[in-house]
């Protein structure tokens, strides 16, 4: 069975919280669903990248899922992408997986699936080579007014863990983790 590690808000602002929101939720339903789960920090105080390495690693788990929401200096900046780890096929399954699902539930913008490479964001690139398989997923700019709306309401913080849930569970079960 696989171990799921679940991250939350590597930026700096107010939308941290939203990410934390839907962690919490996502945790909750995984383990409601039998699936193994941890979330290394669950009291809002965002801790340094070193240290969220560090507690990842030594989590034995799996799959890694940070959560976290974009920002642009410009405002019309919209949609979620999903990085996934380069040198692996399952991140990259896993990421398309739970892309297609947080683009149906909701009905942002595709910025797509991106691979992770030496031109990747240094924070991103941290954390996903933290484990094999391991995505990050950007929920939308929390700099663009109708995407802050969105993920400050709780039906949306639902909506995207339930597409997480959703995607995994299936991934798992191509797996044949998972029944």
Same mark, same amino acid.
């Given at each position: #069975? +696989? *171990?799921? %590690?679940?991250?939350? !808000?590597? !930026?700096?602002?107010?939308?941290?919280?939203? =990410?934390?929101?839907? !962690?919490?939720?996502?945790?909750?339903?995984?383990?409601?669903n039998g699936i193994e789960a941890? #979330?290394?920090?669950?009291?809002?105080?965002?801790?340094?990248? &070193?240290?969220? /390495?560090?507690?990842?690693?030594?989590?034995?788990?799996?799959?890694?899922?940070? /959560?976290?929401?974009?920002?642009?200096?410009?405002? +019309?900046?919209?949609?979620?992408?999903?990085?996934?780890?380069?040198?692996?096929?399952?991140?990259?399954?896993?990421?398309?997986?739970?892309?297609? &699902?947080?683009i149906k539930a909701t009905k942002?913008?595709?910025?797509?699936?991106?691979? =992770?490479?030496?031109?990747?964001?240094?924070? $991103?690139?941290?954390?996903? &080579?933290?484990?094999?398989?391991?995505?990050?997923?950007?929920? !939308?700019? %929390?700099?663009?007014?109708?995407?802050?709306?969105? #993920?400050?309401? +709780? /039906?949306?913080?639902?909506?995207?863990?339930?597409? /997480?849930? +959703?995607?995994?569970? &299936?991934?798992? *079960? $191509?797996?044949?983790?998972? #029944?």
């Open positions: #069975m +696989n *171990k799921i %590690y679940i991250d939350w !808000g590597f !930026g700096l602002g107010n939308e941290v919280y939203s =990410c934390l929101d839907i !962690g919490k939720k996502l945790l909750k339903k995984l383990e409601q941890v #979330m290394g920090h669950k009291n809002g105080k965002v801790i340094r990248l &070193e240290q969220r /390495i560090e507690m990842i690693k030594n989590s034995d788990a799996d799959i890694l899922i940070s /959560i976290d929401a974009n920002w642009s200096d410009n405002s +019309n900046q919209k949609g979620i992408e999903t990085y996934y780890n380069t040198f692996s096929k399952d991140a990259e399954l896993l990421a398309k997986k739970i892309q297609r &699902e947080l942002f913008y595709n910025r797509g699936i991106i691979n =992770c490479s030496s031109k990747t964001n240094l924070t $991103i690139r941290k954390l996903i &080579e933290s484990k094999d398989t391991s995505i990050i997923v950007l929920l !939308g700019f %929390y700099s663009n007014p109708h995407e802050k709306t969105e #993920m400050n309401k +709780n /039906i949306f913080r639902e909506q995207v863990a339930n597409s /997480i849930l +959703n995607s995994l569970k &299936e991934f798992l *079960k $191509i797996k044949g983790n998972f #029944m």
